[in-house]
């Protein structure tokens, strides 16, 4: 075999550039390795000689990075404030929605309606009634203060009469307390006033009664139709999530469920007792309504207290001298407004942590003044 019949079996240059190639890769591998190596050891020297004096610019980088922290933060603050508002925003005007639609349907607004007058009504006679006790009262005092002036005069023109004869002072003591009884011709004139009047008051008013029953009957005959009574029933399920939102005990929630309200329909339609159940139902959205009115006056009133509360942590943060202000209405708010801390938990403790603030700093100078003496 000849020299070109064994390169040309073997492969021979092909085998050689092979191993030159491998080789060099080695070779400029461990060339790198080595530039690395000596790179990073110098890289390390420098870190060594410059870290407590860094560059310029990376003392302003992690200034920046400072600062953005303190950006985020207050951003963070500032959306936890915004949502502290806009969550109470929000049920007040799912409330309200839940409140308007509920009225939207013409013949149960009109039960609505005729429902309030009925509760007015009722007010106004109890008021009425109290009233005329009142002026009743008021009368007798006026009667018996003025008895007992002329009974005063009386008794000093008896000290002066002392020559009189017993019989003459028995006499007179027995016209004086027949003076001291009001029932005499003036007081009776005055309570006849007093209960003609109350009379004629009390007959206005039934009459106004009288025809609100009429108008309750002709608005429960208006809702015995398949379109109320579903948008009825419709309502008060609406309302049974307003109420949700306000009432947090579920005890209190006494309102039908859905599922019983039906069961009851159905029963009193086999019974023929329709007019009864819409009545019935109708009575309870008004009472549902009325609590979700009451509640929707609470929440803003909270939004009221809100604003006042924010504005005095901003002055008493300025002046110490504010923090009794602050305490004052803190203890105004936990009573008038006993949710508050519940729908403006970032608010009430940020008050909470100025009040606690102030009482350290006070307790810390009173120290300072003990020790001193």
Do not use: C, W
């Not at 009925?118 to 009368?139: C, F, G, P, T, V």
């Not at 002066?160 to 307390?177: D, P």
Request: net charge negative.
């Amino acid at each position: 075999m000849t020299i070109n019949d064994f390169e040309l079996e073997f492969g021979v240059n092909d085998f050689e550039f092979e191993i030159d190639t491998s080789t060099q890769t080695q070779v400029n591998e461990q060339v790198n390795e080595f530039q690395a190596k000596t790179k990073q050891e110098e890289m390390e020297e420098e870190l060594k000689k410059n870290i407590d004096n860094l560059p310029k610019y990376a003392t302003e980088a992690l200034n920046a990075l400072d600062e953005k922290e303190k950006i985020d933060k207050a951003m963070d603050e500032k959306i936890e404030i915004l949502s502290e508002i806009r969550t109470p925003h929000e049920k007040r005007n799912f409330i309200e929605e839940r409140i308007n639609e509920a009225k939207s349907d013409e013949n149960i607004k009109e039960a609505l309606n005729v429902l309030d007058e009925k509760e007015k009504l009722d007010k106004d006679m109890d008021a009425l009634q109290k009233r005329h006790e009142q002026e009743k009262e008021n009368l007798k005092k006026e009667f018996e203060n003025k008895d007992g002036k002329d009974k005063q005069t009386q008794d000093s023109d008896n000290s002066k009469e002392k020559e009189k004869t017993v019989e003459n002072s028995n006499a007179k003591n027995s016209n004086q307390e027949q003076q001291s009884t009001p029932k005499d011709e003036d007081y009776e004139r005055a309570l006849k006033e007093i209960e003609d009047r109350h009379a004629k008051e009390l007959e206005d008013l039934q009459k106004r009664q009288d025809k609100n029953i009429d108008d309750f009957t002709k608005a429960i005959n208006n809702l015995a139709n398949a379109t109320s009574i579903a948008k009825l029933l419709e309502s008060l399920k609406e309302m049974d999530k307003a109420l949700a939102l306000i009432i947090t005990n579920n005890k209190e929630l006494v309102s039908l469920t859905d599922e019983q309200r039906l069961e009851k329909l159905e029963l009193a339609l086999k019974q023929n007792n329709s007019k009864e159940a819409v009545e019935e139902l109708i009575k309870d959205l008004h009472k549902n309504i009325k609590t979700a009115q009451k509640g929707l006056d609470e929440l803003e009133l909270e939004k009221q207290n809100y604003v006042k509360l924010d504005r005095l942590n901003q002055k008493a943060n300025k002046d110490p001298r504010e923090v009794e202000n602050l305490k004052k209405f803190m203890e105004k708010l936990d009573k008038e407004t006993p949710n508050f801390k519940e729908h403006y938990p970032k608010t009430y403790e940020k008050s909470q942590k100025i009040i606690e603030k102030h009482k350290n700093q006070e307790h810390t100078k009173e120290k300072s003044q003990g020790m001193q003496r």
